[in-house]
């Protein structure tokens, strides 16, 4: 894979992701492992979005990380709201580039480079209700589970299912 962005190989990737997204999802991703969650990018949602970073701890927590790559990103889109739904916790992951005063007040925020990442605030805590829990649960399982399959069969049906 000589001249492949090394960050689009480890991240799952519909195109639209910068460079700069990408290197804050990397690096959010393992400040949220160094804290005992598991991550999946990219994951659809029952409500028909698609989630940045769905991260589930060990106790079943789920947190959503939603990316914002620069103001005019978190500007032009307002999705967001909608992952309260989905989560415990909801955080917006940026760079040190972007002012921390333009995000709610009622999220958390994660600043993040490529190679890790820190809380800048915590997210309030909204607890799911079961059957939504035990859906987003399943949901992050079996995505993960059809994204391992796919390494080991790259050609096998797997690439839409998640």
Not at 52 to 66: C, F
Request: hydrophobic share 45%; net charge negative.
């Amino acid at each position: 894979m000589a001249g492949a962005d090394p960050l689009a190989a480890l991240l799952p990737s519909d195109g639209r992701q910068s460079p700069t997204a990408l290197a804050v999802a990397r690096g959010t991703a393992r400040l949220l492992h160094a804290h005992g969650f598991s991550v999946v990018s990219e994951l659809p949602l029952a409500s028909g979005r698609r989630a940045d970073l769905v991260a589930l701890g060990r106790d079943g927590d789920i947190w959503i990380v939603e990316i914002k790559s620069s103001v005019a990103d978190f500007r032009a889109d307002h999705k967001w709201a909608d992952y309260r739904r989905h989560c415990d916790r909801l955080f917006f992951a940026t760079t040190l580039d972007v002012p921390c005063d333009i995000f709610p007040p009622d999220t958390g925020l994660i600043v993040a480079d490529a190679f890790g990442a820190s809380f800048v605030c915590e997210a309030p805590e909204h607890r799911l209700h079961a059957a939504t829990r035990k859906s987003m649960t399943l949901a992050f399982g079996r995505c993960a589970a059809l994204r391992l399959q796919s390494l080991a069969d790259p050609t096998g049906p797997f690439g839409q299912e998640f």
